[in-house]
């Protein structure tokens, strides 16, 4: 009754196009959830996101939902999700994509699911790491813990400097660091992301990651940015 009675003086929106939704349409609207771009990254192991990753880390899989463009769909759900408090994004994207990625047999192999975290100043500024609500959907559809403490951000740093000093190779194995005990050894992780861009942040990550005794990386994104 209460949220019939907010419904009808605050209507829901689309998170793509902002229009209204109607009764039978969730956070995203049908004519958004026709358009958007999907890459089917799942029915290809030798996808362009595993393939960003050659000579830098060796992972096991490597996936995104969408692909990102600029002024598209999929730049304004991800601009709503980190910046206008709409979280239940990262739940829808994650059930979409739990669709897929469970048909897979190397998610049989996964141990954990890891988010990529934010430094402790950013996440009070923010109120919430992004990515949070996308990897416990996946954590539940998939039947693989979610853990956000094992992985650590060192660095607080706004946007554009934080991607100079991903771009500084001296700089890459600080950035992040890793909280683990000896029942973490040999644990395949799955590192997870909103935006597949350059791949640095995650490649830091992985760095850090690996310092695991026995530790297998695979990545899976919301989107990755496609010119």
């Known amino acids: 009754m209460l949220q019939s009675l907010i419904n009808l003086f ?21 004519v958004c959830r026709h358009n958007i771009p999907l890459t089917n990254h799942h029915l290809n192991p030798e996808n362009e996101a595993f393939k960003k990753f050659y000579g830098r880390i060796p992972v096991e899989h490597t996936s995104a939902l969408l692909y990102f463009h600029q002024k598209g769909i999929v730049q304004e759900l991800i601009h709503n999700l980190k910046y206008k408090g709409q979280e239940q994004i990262g739940t829808v994207l994650g059930e979409w994509y739990a669709e897929d990625l469970k048909n897979l047999e190397i998610m049989q192999s996964v141990d954990e699911i890891i988010p990529v975290p934010l430094h402790k100043r950013k996440l009070r500024e923010r109120g919430y790491n992004q990515v949070t609500n996308f990897g416990k959907t996946l954590s539940v559809a998939l039947d693989i813990p979610f853990d956000s403490n094992i992985l650590v951000r060192n660095v607080y740093s706004k946007t554009q400097s934080k991607k100079n000093l991903l771009n500084r190779s001296e700089g890459i194995d600080t950035i992040f660091d890793v909280v683990f005990t000896e029942k973490d050894h040999n644990k395949h992780f799955l590192l997870i992301d909103d935006v597949l861009t350059t791949g640095s942040t995650l490649e830091a990550c992985s760095h850090a990651l690996l310092k695991i005794p026995g530790a297998r990386i695979s990545i899976v994104c919301m989107a990755m940015a496609h010119s």
Do not use: R
């Open 10 to 30: 605050f209507p829901p929106v689309c998170a793509g196009c902002h229009s209204f939704l109607v009764s039978n349409e969730k956070v995203i609207c049908t």
